[in-house]
Structure formats: structure tokens, C-alpha cells
């Protein structure tokens, strides 16, 4: 016979009946997927453009991390974040995600350790020299900061220590894990992506050369089809998802105009990179050299569309160092960097993501620009010159003897220029209201566009790389040879068409935000035995409290008996 009425028995109904609803609990949870980020700032969280490209792989994606090894806090934090932001990307995948570490430094010998580095720095994962302190001893470890992605028989290095370079090392880890996701998220999109979206570089006005954009081209051919247009040809437009318009010297047709005005009414963009002055470091030894403005023929269109560039120079007391012959030594000229402010180093970006973290650009002879009213366009001020800039009216004199004279610095007080802008919205053709250029079709005319992008710099040689004079190699672009450093211009134009090209795409992913929060070290300094004490004798009175109020509470509950 059961006795219903047992305390045991019910005990164990009603742990049976906990069973029963945790699993059906959970079988009902699982029909349906979802991940709680409870972080401020969403820092676990997957961009849905990001989720997209995980969810419809249709194989398995391989990545190595080579950030290995025995690393100081920061570095231990970054590798953390990568593994975090993989093991996220694995989930949503749906497990094709496969992801594993490896320690470079770890290798049968010195030889085979030297080159497997060099072949991971041939594959862009450039290893990066890190200096701490162990036990008061100074320590240098080489680290690779970067993955390498595999995917249907393909791979490519990602490096992801990026950020600015005047930041500090804290500020620096921090940028680079805030670009985790979309330096991992492209790459993986670059290898997987079958519809690639075209770039054609404009060509007939005496824009840069090939050679001179090889850099370029080379980088957007991972991720776009790249091609040479010519606007006189407009059949050769209608395939083209972004046009960039590389320093153009020679003056545009009126009928070539009207097709770039027609390309960007039906919703074309385009990313002019224009030299307003005709300013050159060939002629600059010459001491009677002034630099004058181009006639390209733009300026009506680009007002229209709510920028102007203007016929100046821009100088910067932030600049890069060009070799100026200083005197004869034993007969031998000698030779000193010197600042040359006509190079200025642009390290003042909007928040956005084209810009977002991004290190140093250099400039060469740059122009400012300055807005104008354009009914329903958004401007955004891309780039700005440091506080301490000048502008010069054409003409301008260009010559490296100035270089030898003291610089003033009550001359550069014209504070940040703007020398780049980001144009969105609904732009107005040219030729509204007015007589269409001779030879050019009324048919399908528009003279209210529809929404795209324009990005307008004031500078042409941001997108030219160089060759080295004595070996004739293409140099990177961005590339300084006087101080071996590179700048972030490849970074940034790559962001920019890729702005340009993917409508709210990954490159919002550039958006994602992680908070430092530093603790005050003044502050710890003079509190810590303070909070030491806290810590130690607040839990232990906490335990004696509670030992006393439950000795007492047995002793009245228990009296009465």
C-alpha cells in the first residue's frame, strides 16, 4: 500500500517532477537559437551583416592563430579576444568554423624556426618586436599578431595588430580587438564570395598609371574585379559598382562630364582623389618653381554636388621628412631629413567606419576643402590636418631650399583644415535646368538622382606607390623610404571603396566599440591598505554576524521544547 500522505514520498515526486520540467524546458529551448551579450558596449555581439556570411558557408573555414607563446597582459588579452570572437563565429556557423592555435616559436631548429617566420611574414603577417619586463629584466620576444585563413584550397594572412601608432600600447591592443570581427569577417567574405562587385579605374585625362597604382589594384583585386574605364565610353558604366578617379591632370569633356554626372544620378559611386595644384617634388629643386592650379574642369560639378576644392596648398608643422644636402664633408655631400611641411601626416579622422582606428596617412601636396550648400546631401569630414597648419593660395612657391630656414611657428595658425569628404544622399545632375552638353542623348536624362556616396580628397598621390630608383620594384603604397615606415593610405582607400561598394555592409562591423576601464593608479596607490583591510575583515565579521544571529535564532526556536 502507497502512502500518499508520506513526506518522502512527496519529496521524491517533486524532484521527480523537477526532472521532467528541466528537460522538457530545455527541449523546447532548443528548438530555438539565440546568444545574450550583457556587456555595456556589446562586445560579444556578431554584426548581422557578419552572421550572414557565417550562416550561409558552405564549407568548412580553417583558421590559425599564430598569437602563441608566453605574453605579457596585453598581448595575453588580445589572444583572448581572438579566441572569443572564433569561438563566436564557430556557433553561428553552424560548427564550420575550425579554428586552433600554433606557437611560431616553436620549431626543430633555428633554421626551420627562421623560415617558417619568414614564411608567415611573406604571407602577411608581419611579426611585431615586444619589450617587457620580468623580474626587473628587460625581455624582447618576436610575436605574430595574425591568422591565417584556409578555405577551398585558398588562404590569407590577416593581420590584425592594426590601431594608431601614436596611441598607446593599451590603446593600441584595444583598437586592434575592436577590429577583430571585421578583419576575420572579410577575409573569410573574400574567400567565399562568388559575386564580386567591380571597381573601375577611370582613365583619359592623365590620371595615374598602372604602374603607379599597382599597389592599389593589387589589394582591391582580393576582394573586387578591377578594371580601366574611360568615361567616352558609357556602355562600359553600366557594370561598374564604384569609380575611382586617381589624380587626373588634363582637363574632362563636357560629354565626359555629363556621363560621370549620369553615373552618379543612376546611383554610381565614385571616389575622386584629386590634385587641385600641379605641385611636384621633380621641379621643387628649383628655386623659382610656383605651383599652379589644374584645369580640370570639375569644379562647377563638384559644387554642385556640395564640396569645393580649393586652389591652395595645405602645409603642416605635422609632416614627413624629405633628404635636403646640408654642406660638404671631405668632399662628400651630407645629407639631412628634414620636416617638409608639404607632406603632411593626416592622424585626424571623423568617427566613422572608414576611418575608425585607423593609423597616420601621408599626403603630398594636399588641398583644403570646403563645403557648400547641396540640398539633402549628409557631408562628413573624413580627414583634417593637425591645429598647426597654413594654407597658400596659388600660386604657390614649392622649393626645397625653404627647408633650410627656421620654421615660425606663429605661421601655422590656421588650426584643422579639412582635406576629405564623405558626400551622402540624393544628388542634383549638373545639367538640371539647363542645355544638355552638344552630343549628349536626352534619352533616359535624370536630373534628380537616386541615394549613393561620393568620396571627394584633396589629394591625387594618396593612392600613388612608388619604385625604387635603383631596383626598379614597385614599392608598397604608403611606403616612406626615407624612414622605412608605412602608412595606413592603403588602409584607408581599401576602407573607403569598401564603403562605397557594400551598402551597409561588414565595414559596419568597424563600428564595434570596447571600452577600456583603467583602474585610477593614484587612486590605488593611496587607498590600498584601505581596501586591504576591507577585503580581509569585513567577510570574516560578515561570518561571525551570521554565526551569532543563527546560534541565537536556534536557541529561541528550539526553547520552547
Known sequence: MVNWKSRKLGDVLWFANGVVALVLINLLVSQYFFRLDLTEEKRYSIKPQTREILNTLEDEVYVEIFLSGDLNAGFTRFQKAIQETLEEFRIYSHNKIKYRVTDPGVALSDKARQEYMA???????????????????????????????????????VMLLKGNKAA?????????????????ASAIHELTNE???????????????????????????????????????????QNIDVLVIAKPTSTFSTLDKFALDQYIMRGGKVMFLIDRLNASMDSASSENYFALPYDLGLDDQLFKYGVRINPDLVLDRTCGLYPIITGQVGGKPQVQLMEWPFFPLLNRY???????????????????????????????????TSPYSRKFTAPVKVSVNELRKNVRPEDFSDGDVAVGYLLEGKFTSLYKNRLLPEGASEQG??????????????????????????????QALGFDPFTNQTFANRDFLMNAVTYLAEDDGLIQARNKRVTIRPLDKTKVTAERTKWQMVNLVVPILLLIAYGVFRAYWRKKKFAKF
Do not use: C, W
Not at 624582447?140 to 591568422?147: C, N
Not at 589594384?217 to 578591377?226: G, T
Open 350 to 384: 571623423a568617427t566613422h567606419p572608414v576611418t575608425r582606428n585607423l593609423d597616420a596617412v601621408v599626403t603630398k601636396f594636399v588641398s583644403s576643402i570646403d563645403t557648400v550648400k547641396a540640398s539633402g546631401i549628409r557631408k562628413t569630414s573624413l580627414m583634417t
Open 445 to 474: 536624362f535624370k536630373a534628380d538622382g537616386v541615394p549613393t556616396k561620393l568620396i571627394v580628397i584633396g589629394d591625387g598621390d594618396l593612392a600613388r606607390n612608388d619604385i625604387n630608383p635603383r631596383t626598379r620594384q614597385l
Open 195 to 237: 559575386d564580386r562587385k567591380r571597381i573601375g579605374f577611370v582613365t583619359g585625362h592623365g590620371e595615374l598609371d598602372s604602374v603607379h597604382v599597382a599597389s592599389l589594384k593589387s589589394a582591391l583585386r582580393e576582394a573586387y574585379d578591377v578594371g580601366r574605364v574611360r568615361l567616352d565610353q558609357s556602355q562600359s558604366l
Open 119 to 157: 614564411d608567415l611574414a611573406a604571407r602577411g603577417i608581419q611579426p611585431t618586436n615586444v619589450i617587457d619586463n620580468k623580474n626587473g629584466q628587460r625581455v624582447e620576444k618576436i610575436i605574430f599578431p595574425g591568422v591565417v585563413i584556409s578555405y577551398g584550397g585558398r588562404e590569407k594572412g
Open 168 to 184: 598607446t600600447p593599451e590603446e593600441e591592443i584595444n583598437q586592434s580587438i575592436e577590429g577583430i570581427e571585421y578583419e576575420v
